[in-house]
């Protein structure tokens, strides 16, 4: 009983061994984990530092420093002695930084066990240090877009259905466009929606990419931090999250992954992260989007749910800096506030409003705000109403699109097209952006609209981007969009710059190894490994035509011409590949007959089926023009490389993608036939100019394309060949009788398909003489003239087209070899002498004549396959390895039979020998339809056969070696042993029982006692009565037994076996029978029509004109044929044709299925869709009782506003009527829009007050302006509680006696919110005069051009002019001071553009800024247009002549005097 516990706990060796290996992996990971960890730690320790409290002082409490730490969390040295009397804490002074102790990975308790990065970081820790920390320790990839999203910090009440949409919306835009998300981090308000959107996202998406949330939070709020903390970091640091007792701090959330814990030595102060995130989303937004070469950076958009005063604050200052701002509507509080006043003119967003909306969405909180503050709000709220082309409100109920991502992504592009970069340019950002997220549908309502037509040359980049990043649904947009695939690639750098981009596939793989190869053999360049090498190799597309041609075979040609043009492809896999044009490349396009034979549909979708790409594939092929090739070249490329590659995944990837192309082929082949069967069959035997020059029936046999090539079309075309020039209607009996009676042909018994093509013209004439007569038309009678091609046949030509049908060849060579069988036969049993007879020297002569047919069809290569690859194909035919082994045997036996000694044994060979040429006589019937199948199945029953008698050797063996040893002594007789133990085993499963085995039926004269007759086996082991004594009832057991398994199992098994061959192999075996008859049909094609023996002769005949007088072969046409040019023009439209309507019966058969499983699926289930139904409208009366009331507000606003514009409109025209010149006292109304998003650049002219002079932040000051709305603007407003400050540089201008100045001097625009001189020189006016210096650039005058200076304090262009102290004086031109003195000879030649008040961000109550624009308009041919020419040469760009339109990139009030300047020349601008 002990023993039972020690076998069960036996260790076996193997599982002993499996374990030592996985444990040895686990500790190679943990040692590989140690490593990173380790490194991680000490480039932490090096870069990152906190901040810690070095003064000790007394707060509130008696142990509780004004930092907010206890006096225990404080240094030694932090504390000083009780009667210290020193100086008072001061942050900036009393907060040190010292190397971070807190950084590692976050692990959170709970369900999921979730785990995250996080480090603690100093408000002063550089931007770009953390961006390094986020992308290259913690290896997250660069984002594509930066959603920041802020609102309400508390935790508050966001409905059901908006809580839904927006965590589907952000989700989804994070995924598609590959985002970083960016919050406070904390488990409460906004931060929480973030976190459970995220969460949801993991729970839900089978994807194994992760979402990026960033937390950026605030360490000193943190509940339960000291978990946190570890010198030496936490990996993992395990965090608990305690919202139960967290009191005034807060936890953080459990689903963001990674974490930014900003630490200002404080502890219990919110905020303190605002200033970091804010300058890492600054920094991370001036980062490339993509890679270097990319001129765009990364866009940033900030997202709002509800918020507070802090949260406008946020959104004021991120628009300021041109961050666009989603606001959702209903969210609560600030965000409703906006989202109210969002659609209402300036002019109705009052004090007044804004006071009565944040007692509504504010509640208790209102009370507590002064109105100081709601003053300086609804300032603000002004100004971001009036940036709307960076505001978006996301309101459910007018959102058509009903997403948050859709509106996060139409911001982004709404505010780019306001933005700075205008035209072309601007355009170009946004479908760069949206190329980049991927999100086509964006890119189809916002970009690629009616407004605008594009060219091809101008998407090109798109289409590489597009092609490149694998999007193809961009592929396809662009191409519906007006891109052309002929010029994108008939460029061929944009051919190399995509084989460059190819990600990492077998192609690719065998395409280094080719470089490889070529290298070593030049002994120059040699190519290193792909893992590292860093050094570009020389290729061209030589190699990868040569590796495509040998995927294709070697019988087509080069698809791609020996090219000059050379590039560096880096064939590194592990970075990216990296192209340099040779010094000695021309960038010319490729040469005209080269163009000629390419197809940029073919260039394109041979690139995407080479990556096993299938999207992109089928978008290209869809642009082939010979698109049957196309794709049954893609089916032969991908299945050789699914048999050369090492991967059986992506080689099953590979092979279905084959199949599904062979699917189109038949598809479209399919759609030929139907139409046109002669135009069809035309298809798949013309030589291909773009797949190098072989046929559709070539690459579908080399493909092993059998359902392809059993297609009835196929068929008919093979059928055809098969009969050559007899019709196919002719029955056999009839060519097998005019084979003999061959003076029948003169008359109608056979029918050639000359007398069916000059019948069918005849029905044609008739049918029109009809219609003829019927019309009176005779238009048509004069395109049916005589042809002479086309008359009938001579007895002659009839006789020559009979005997050289592939048919006729056939019949005859049966007939041939079954009397070659005769002869053999009598020969080996009537007539085998010692001297060789007559008919035995006949039959010698035969068999050679049959070698020289072998040889022949060996060397016999129209195709062009090469020596090797046709001996491959000869030997892998079954029916070839026949022939050969009986030719070998026959010659053997022949060598036999012609010696003395070996006289009998050569007889034996050449009977052995008859019955392989009998099993040959089976090739002759696959040509049948009936027996041609069963063949197929015959052939696939012998393997079956082969592995059944390696089972069945096992029972004969075993019951043969057991029945021998039991009965039989010591038998040496190695014959009589095989017939005991194998031979006589075998016998008995065919019921030949033994006698032996059996007392009764022993006879002991059947056998030799002691093995001494060598006609008898040797007697079982016997007794003194001569009576055997082996046991009987062991050896009669055993024979039962081994009759059980033998007998009825395994030959049961065997029927089994053949009945399920049968039924998997009867399915395939017509596809099959009509793939392989291709072979039979082209053997006998070009075989001579003289049968053997007298084959000989055409052999002879053959040898003479090929090798001695060396004609050169005559090729048929039957299989491949070149079409004239024309012809090949008009086949292929045709075939475009039938290739379009396959695609679109395909999609209709696809739409159809779609349809009738919605309806099988609904009369199933019909409470499913009454459900669907009930909650779609619940869901939109739910929607409608939610937003009704804003929406009506908001059109009806809308609408008082037009219709009080309206009518300004019409006032201003009676006016003008009225007075001579149509000219009024007022300027003309400007009507706006509903649009949401007016130009940047008109958007501030509609406003009735000057904008630039409210900012909040005077520029080159610390000093802040007064907020002054809007309705608080005029002087004659009252305005209580205004009290501006004052400038520093300018006290000494109000101080005392100066103040009583201040009043003489007020903007006559209204109130600034600021007093004094400000940053201008004096009180009062400020002149200022701007020259816009005009020119044509040509003698056409059809270009007007004008002159910029760069403005080195704002580092940008100006035009030229300055500051004067007086209205008589010229002004100093700022930048350039030569410039002063070629323009002011010409001042008095100036035209006066504009003079007034102008909206400077400089002004103040008491000094403003006006100026002059003065145009002068300078001749191509004055001194003064030469010396200023030669300034702007020599300039370096700080003089710049740019052409004046919409385009430019000016301040807006220069902007408005350009456009003066263009209507006073009469150009658009």
Not at 496 to 504: A, H, N, R, T, V
Not at 1302 to 1315: E, H, K, Q, S, W
Request: charged fraction near 25%.
């Amino acid at each position: 009983m002990e023993m039972l516990p020690q076998l069960e706990n036996k260790v076996h060796p193997r599982e002993t061994r499996k374990e030592l290996r996985q444990y040895q992996l686990e500790i190679n990971q943990g040692i590989t984990h140690i490593k990173k960890c380790s490194a991680f730690a000490s480039w932490t320790k090096k870069n990152i530092c906190k901040k810690e409290c070095c003064f000790f002082v007394k707060g509130v409490r008696e142990d509780v420093c004004t930092c907010g730490y206890s006096k225990t969390d404080h240094v030694d040295e932090a504390i000083k002695p009780e009667d210290f009397t020193g100086e008072t804490w001061d942050r900036h002074r009393h907060v040190r930084e010292v190397p971070t102790d807190a950084f590692g990975d976050i692990s959170f308790g709970g369900l999921g066990q979730k785990t995250g990065k996080y480090v603690r970081v100093s408000t002063d820790t550089s931007p770009e240090l953390l961006y390094n920390l986020l992308t290259e320790q913690w290896k997250l990839s660069p984002p594509n877009l930066l959603i920041s999203v802020t609102g309400g910090a508390k935790n508050f009440y966001l409905k059901a259905h908006l809580k839904n949409m927006f965590h589907r919306g952000l989700i989804k835009v994070a995924q598609t466009t590959g985002a970083w998300i960016i919050s406070g981090g904390m488990h409460t308000g906004v931060m929480k929606h973030v976190g459970q959107a995220v969460r949801d996202y993991a729970l839900s998406s089978t994807m194994q990419g992760q979402i990026v949330a960033i937390g950026v939070a605030t360490w000193g709020i943190i509940h339960n931090r000291e978990a946190l903390v570890h010198s030496e970091g936490g990996f993992p640091a395990h965090y608990v999250m305690d919202t139960e007792s967290q009191g005034g701090l807060s936890c953080l959330d459990n689903n963001h992954t990674h974490f930014l814990l900003v630490d200002d030595g404080t502890q219990g102060h919110y905020g303190v992260e605002i200033e970091l995130r804010s300058r890492l989303e600054k920094c991370i937004s001036g980062k490339h989007l993509g890679n270097e070469e990319s001129h765009m950076t990364i866009p940033v958009v900030c997202v709002v749910l509800d918020g507070g005063p802090g949260t406008l604050n946020t959104i004021y200052n991120a628009m300021l800096n041109g961050t666009p701002c989603v606001i959702l509507e209903g969210s609560g509080r600030i965000a409703d506030v906006i989202a109210q006043v969002a659609g209402l003119p300036l002019t109705r967003v009052t004090i007044a409003l804004i006071h009565q909306l944040m007692k509504k969405f504010f509640g208790q909180e209102y009370e507590n705000f002064p109105d100081l503050k709601i003053i300086e709000w609804t300032k603000k709220i002004q100004d971001i109403i009036r940036m709307s082309h960076l505001l978006t409100i996301f309101r459910i109920s007018e959102d058509n699109h009903g997403d948050v991502d859709v509106a996060i992504l139409q911001a982004l592009l709404k505010a780019s097209r306001s933005s700075e970069s205008l035209g072309i340019t601007c355009w170009k950002r946004q479908l760069e952006l949206a190329i980049a997220w991927n999100r086509v549908d964006i890119a189809e309502t916002e970009i690629f609209t009616e407004e605008r037509q594009w060219k091809s040359s101008d998407l090109h980049w798109a289409m590489l981007s597009a092609l490149v990043g694998n999007k193809p649904r961009f592929v396809s947009l662009l191409l519906e969009n007006g891109v052309s695939l002929r010029d994108f690639l008939q460029d061929e750098a944009n051919l190399y710059k995509l084989y460059k981009g190819l990600p990492s596939c077998i192609f690719l793989r065998k395409l280094a190894k080719r470089v490889q190869s070529c290298c070593s053999k030049r002994k120059a360049f040699p190519i290193k490994s792909r893992a590292h090498s860093e050094q570009g190799e020389m290729i061209s597309m030589t190699h990868v035509s040569d590796e495509v041609r040998h995927l294709l075979g070697s019988y087509t040609q080069a698809l791609y011409p020996p090219s000059k043009k050379t590039n560096h492809f880096n064939m590194s896999m592990e970075t990216s590949v990296s192209l340099s044009q040779s010094p000695t490349s021309s960038q010319a396009p490729l040469r005209e007959d080269v163009a000629a034979q390419r197809d940029p549909g073919r260039d394109l979708f041979l690139w995407a089926v080479v990556q096993n790409n299938k999207e992109l594939a089928e978008i290209a092929w869809e642009q082939c023009r010979d698109c049957m090739s196309a794709a049954l070249a893609a089916s032969k490329i991908l299945k050789t490389m699914a048999e050369e590659g090492s991967d059986a995944d992506e080689a099953e990837d590979m092979q279905e993608l084959a199949n599904h192309y062979e699917k189109h082929a038949i598809g479209v082949f399919s759609e030929c036939h139907n139409s046109d069967e002669e135009r069809a069959q035309k298809l798949l035997v013309r030589a291909s100019p773009f797949w190098g020059r072989t046929t559709c029936l070539r690459l579908a046999l080399e493909a092993d394309n059998k359902s392809f090539i059993s297609q009835s079309g196929v068929q008919a075309l093979l059928t055809q060949i098969w009969c050559g020039e007899l019709s196919v209607v002719n029955p056999v009996w009839r060519v097998l009788i005019c084979m003999v009676f061959f003076p029948l042909i003169c008359t109608d018994f056979l029918v050639f398909r000359r007398d069916e093509v000059i019948q069918r013209d005849a029905a044609k004439n008739e049918e029109i003489k009809t219609v003829e007569t019927v019309t009176g038309s005779t238009i048509r009678t004069n395109y049916l003239g005589p042809d002479p091609s086309r008359e009938p046949l001579h007895s002659w030509s009839k006789l020559v087209y009979l005997y050289s049908s592939p048919q006729v060849k056939f019949y005859w060579n049966i007939v041939s070899y079954f009397a070659f069988l005769f002869l053999f036969a009598v020969v080996l049993m009537i007539d085998f002498q010692a001297t060789p007879s007559a008919g035995e020297l006949l039959l010698y002569i035969w068999l050679l004549s049959l070698v020289c047919e072998e040889v022949r069809q060996l060397f016999y290569d129209p195709d062009g396959f090469g020596f090797r690859k046709k001996a491959r194909i000869y030997i892998n035919d079954l029916w070839n390895i026949l022939d050969v082994l009986s030719i070998l045997l026959f010659v053997i036996g022949l060598a036999f039979r012609l010696t003395t000694e070996l006289f009998y044994a050569g007889k034996i060979l050449l009977c052995i020998d008859f019955v392989v040429f009998c099993l040959r006589l089976m090739a002759i019937f696959t040509i049948s339809r009936t027996l041609g199948p069963k063949i197929i199945i015959v052939r696939r029953m012998m393997m079956d056969m082969f592995f059944f008698m390696f089972l069945l050797s096992i029972w004969v063996v075993a019951y043969g070696v057991a029945k021998q040893g039991i009965l039989i002594q010591n038998d040496n007789r190695l014959e009589w042993i095989v017939r005991g133990a194998i031979y006589e085993p075998y016998l008995i499963i065919f019921g030949n029982f033994p006698s032996n085995i059996d007392y009764a039926a022993f006879d002991i004269n059947s056998c030799s006692i002691n093995g001494t007759d060598p006609l008898k086996p040797k007697c079982p082991v016997l007794n003194e009565n001569q009576t055997p004594v082996f046991p009987e009832w062991l050896t009669i057991i055993m024979l039962c037994i081994y009759l059980l398994f033998a007998n009825i199992l395994l030959l049961n098994l065997l029927i089994a076996i053949f009945n399920f061959t049968f039924q998997q192999v009867q399915d395939n075996t017509d596809r099959i029978w009509k793939f392989q008859r291709y072979e039979l049909i082209k053997e006998y094609h070009s075989r001579p029509a003289a049968p053997p023996p007298f084959i000989i002769f055409s052999h002879l005949y053959l040898f003479i004109r090929n090798m001695v007088i060396c004609k050169p072969p005559i090729i048929s046409k039957e299989f491949k044929r070149e079409l004239p040019q024309m012809e090949e023009e008009e086949l292929l439209s045709w075939e475009a044709l039938m290739k379009d309507r396959y695609l679109l019966s395909t999609q209709q058969e696809q739409s159809q299925s779609m349809e009738r499983h919605i309806l099988e699926t609904a009369q199933k289930h019909p409470h499913c869709v009454c459900f669907l139904r009930v909650t779609t409208i619940t869901d939109r009366l739910e929607r409608g009782d939610e937003t009704s009331s804003a929406a009506m507000v908001q059109r009806l606003a809308r609408l008082e506003e037009q219709v009080v514009q309206s009518a300004k409109a019409l006032q201003w025209i009676m006016d003008s009527l009225k007075r001579p010149g149509f000219a009024a006292k007022e300027t003309q109304p400007t009507l706006t829009t509903t649009d949401e998003s007016p130009d940047i650049y008109t958007s501030e002219k509609e406003d009735r007050f000057h904008v630039n002079a409210r900012q909040f932040h005077y520029p080159n000051s610390n000093v802040a302006r007064f907020p002054v709305p809007e309705e608080k603007v005029p002087w004659e407003v009252s305005f209580s509680s205004y009290n501006p400050a004052c400038p520093e540089d300018s006290e000494d201008h109000v101080d005392g006696s100066e103040s009583e100045a201040l009043d003489n001097y007020r903007n006559p625009a209204g109130r600034t919110g600021i007093r004094g001189r400000g940053a201008l020189s004096h009180l009062g006016p400020n002149l200022n005069v701007d020259f816009v210096l005009t020119r044509w650039r040509d003698c056409d005058g059809s270009v007007l051009e004008y002159l910029v200076v760069r403005d080195e304090s704002q580092e940008s262009m100006a035009l030229p002019g300055g500051t004067v102290q007086s209205a008589d004086h010229t002004p100093l031109i700022r930048t350039c001071m030569k410039l002063y003195e070629e323009v002011n000879a010409k001042v008095s030649e100036g035209t006066k553009v504009f003079e007034g008040y102008v909206d400077d961000c400089r002004n103040t109550d008491n000094a403003w800024v006006e100026t002059t624009v003065l145009n002068i308009h300078l001749d191509r041919t004055s001194q003064v247009m030469k010396d200023i020419d030669s300034m702007v040469a020599s300039s370096h760009g700080a003089l710049q002549w740019r052409e004046v339109s919409g385009k430019t990139r000016l301040s807006s009030n220069q902007r408005d005097s350009l456009r003066k300047v263009a209507e006073l020349h009469n150009r658009k601008f």
